[in-house]
DNA sequence: CTAGGTGCAAATAGTTTGCAACTAC
DNA sequence: GTAGTTGCAAACTATTTGCACCTAG
């Protein structure tokens, strides 16, 4: 574990969420000159040692949190984009249907559902 | 409704599920010299009529299908790729549970849930 | 010396934008 | 002619890859 690893780790710890670019954000505040590339590849890898953990928000930004965190489902509004975080309690019935009847094992720490909070009743709304 | 935007929706509606560039080819295969470009365009457009909407599979690839197909939610299999449709009435408990404990309103036909199927019980998996 | 880790630049994929040409009223 | 639609090329963003360098054992 060296350097660069360590604070990519750090990172996504104290971000409890973060996309690879605000990642290395957070890590080039502390050190200077950490490489994009070195983040990407860190990721890969914490996520290969299974420290690490991302799932997809709204469009195509994966969000990244360490493993160890809490687990929790993420509910994205369409309407103004914000993101409220839930026990994964919640999916438990949900999960344990679709075990028993179709064999699937839900990630339940992966999750997201789409629609709206109760302040964007209608509208708009883009992703 | 012009030619190309007839066959976007065509070709939507045939696929079930595809990425804009699946849809490009699809379209392409009839009417050649249709640009990706004009699908985007185009399936940006249909998605504000209401006519198709998008979800996010796995990773950044969004999947577009119509909106007046049956609504489903996807279960996505980070063993082996695969992508299942059940039934959204399996979600409703939890939607209810959510709007009522939380004012939010699941869009349930938007809806991908991650995990492992019956035959990907470990192992590796890429998304 | 040897391997792994890193930075940099370039490549790639997916998507968006600017603009001129085209079509339908 | 005016507005809306399209194709093309270029711009952009996010991510990946190739490669040389550097450091630890």
Redesign the interface.
């Known amino acids: 574990m060296t350097a660069p690893r360590q604070l990519v780790l750090d990172a996504v710890r104290a971000l409890g969420h973060a996309t690879p670019e605000q990642v290395h954000v957070a890590v080039g505040r502390i050190a200077p000159g950490v490489n994009i590339t070195t983040v990407y590849r860190t990721l890969e890898l914490l996520e290969e040692l299974g420290l690490v953990t991302h799932t ?1 928000l ?3 930004a ?1 969000t990244y949190h360490a493993a160890d965190d809490d687990q929790h489902v993420h ?1 994205v ?2 309407g103004c984009g914000g993101i ?1 975080e ?1 026990p994964p309690e ?2 438990q ?2 999960a344990s ?2 075990r028993r009847q ?6 339940i720490g ?9 302040g964007c009743g209608s509208g708009e709304g883009d992703e």
């Open positions: 997809h709204s469009h195509g994966p509910l509004c369409r409220q839930l919640l999916l019935p949900l249907a679709l179709h064999g699937f094992l839900v990630d992966h999750v997201a559902l789409f629609g709206r909070c109760g």
